[in-house]
């Protein structure tokens, strides 16, 4: 055999070899490659934005903390600044109902002082009467001299 022939065909042969690979091997070859690669970079991608959304998501507990912190102090200084109102009123209504009690009683009190002197004016008449009895030593009519007595009344 002709070593040129050979080396020839074995030219021709690979050359056939890499055309039919470079044609039908190649092409799935780098397309699953291809895909492989997307795949990986999708992948790659889907990790970093759950990372940014946990990231995200921990900022927003965060804050949404920080906030339910603060309303909830907000609500209670709230609620401190209403039991002092509250207790203002209460002190108010109470000094109110105190006058209120302190003024009754003096009303009484000044009542029972002119039924006090009524009764005291009733004795005093009863006394002159009983007087001026024993001064002219005989008895005096108290229905006569009622009209007497009612200005004597009145005078004291």
């Given at each position: ?62 804050e949404e903390l920080t906030q339910a912190r603060n309303e909830g102090q907000h609500r209670v200084a709230e609620a401190e600044k209403r039991a002092q109102v509250l207790a203002e009123e209460i002190k108010a209504q ?63």
């Amino acid at each position: 055999m002709n070593l040129n022939a050979t080396l020839f065909a074995q030219m021709v042969v690979f050359l056939i070899l890499a055309w039919f690979t470079m044609k039908f091997v190649w092409p799935p070859l780098i397309n699953a490659l291809d895909e492989r690669s997307k795949k990986i970079a999708d992948g790659l991608a889907a990790a970093e934005k759950g990372k940014t959304e946990l990231e995200a998501a921990h900022k927003r507990v965060g804050e949404e903390l920080t906030q339910a912190r603060n309303e909830g102090q907000h609500r209670v200084a709230e609620a401190e600044k209403r039991a002092q109102v509250l207790a203002e009123e209460i002190k108010a209504q109470a000094h109110t109902e105190a006058a209120r009690i302190v003024a009754q009683a003096k009303a009484d009190a000044e009542q029972q002082v002119v039924k006090a002197r009524e009764a005291l004016r009733g004795q005093v008449a009863a006394l002159a009467v009983q007087g001026a009895e024993q001064i002219l030593k005989r008895e005096v009519d108290q229905t006569a001299h009622a009209d007497l007595l009612n200005q004597l009344k009145a005078e004291l």
